[in-house]
């Protein structure tokens, strides 16, 4: 089945630490984001690639970095220079064209003390 | 700026009853994608209904409808019939036409009473 893989489900991480969140998908498609959730903030946008190597700031990209070496792969670390890093973290995928929605990951809950 | 509003932060509904979240949205642009996500407590984000801005019908899946006011820039959810497991978190999104981010709105928690 087509879908998107994101791994691990919880991540615990130390104050200081890089940590890597992975993200995979098997639908074919162009575009691959990062979203972030925190309680009574809805989604907010972390980066975003619309193809492979190229990838754009979203609202909060500061403190996080992605690449796009693979069309299907999309992982985002979270640097020591995040101030609030604890967030559950949605990847999401859909097809270029506009009419085309998002379809989601299961998410990546990260606590860091 | 692209802003969407969901002014309903929590809202309840009697099992088998209707209920309707509001959202509102802000955009220059006149072509445009509109669509309504529900998140369960599973925090799986799980698509339940788009509508294209040029079209004037409003969108219908199943028990889930939309009223799309486009000179209001308001697109309304109604769940009819509803049941336990649609209570979830429900978000309004829309995509422009001429690109590829998705704005959202903060989002309604739905909570249905047996």
């Known amino acids: 089945d087509g879908g998107i893989t994101q791994s691990p489900k919880y991540l615990f991480r130390k104050e200081g630490q890089n940590v890597t969140l992975s993200c995979e998908q098997n639908?074919?498609?162009?575009?691959m984001y990062w979203y972030r959730q925190d309680p009574g903030q809805g989604l907010r946008l972390i980066y975003y690639?619309?193809?492979?190597?190229?990838?754009q700031k979203g609202d909060i990209a500061e403190g996080y970095s992605v690449s796009r070496e693979k069309k299907e792969s999309f992982p985002l670390t979270v640097t020591s220079a995040q101030k609030n890093p604890t967030a559950f973290y949605l990847c999401?995928?859909?097809?270029?064209?506009?009419?085309?929605?998002?379809?989601f990951g299961n998410g990546t809950r990260l606590t860091v003390t | 700026a692209q802003t969407v509003t969901q002014s309903q932060p929590e809202m309840s509904v009697q099992e088998a009853e209707t209920v309707t979240l509001s959202c509102t949205y802000d955009?220059?642009?006149?072509?445009?994608?509109l669509f309504w996500y529900k998140q369960p407590p599973s925090r799986q984000m799980i698509l339940v209904i788009r509508?294209?801005?040029?079209?004037?019908q409003n969108a219908t899946e199943n028990r889930f409808s939309v009223n799309f006011q486009k000179a209001a820039k308001s697109f309304s959810l109604k769940i009819s019939d509803s049941q336990l497991g649609d209570a979830a978190m429900y978000f309004c999104?829309?995509?422009?036409?001429?690109?590829?981010?998705?704005?959202f709105g903060t989002g309604t928690s739905l909570t249905v009473i047996p």
């Open positions: 999401a995928s859909s097809m270029w064209d506009s009419n085309s929605p998002l379809h």
């Open positions: 639908l074919n498609h162009d575009a």
């Open positions: 690639s619309q193809i492979v190597n190229d990838f």
């Open positions: 955009t220059s642009e006149s072509d445009y994608y």
């Open positions: 509508q294209e801005a040029y079209k004037q």
């Open positions: 999104a829309y995509r422009l036409d001429t690109g590829n981010q998705f704005y």
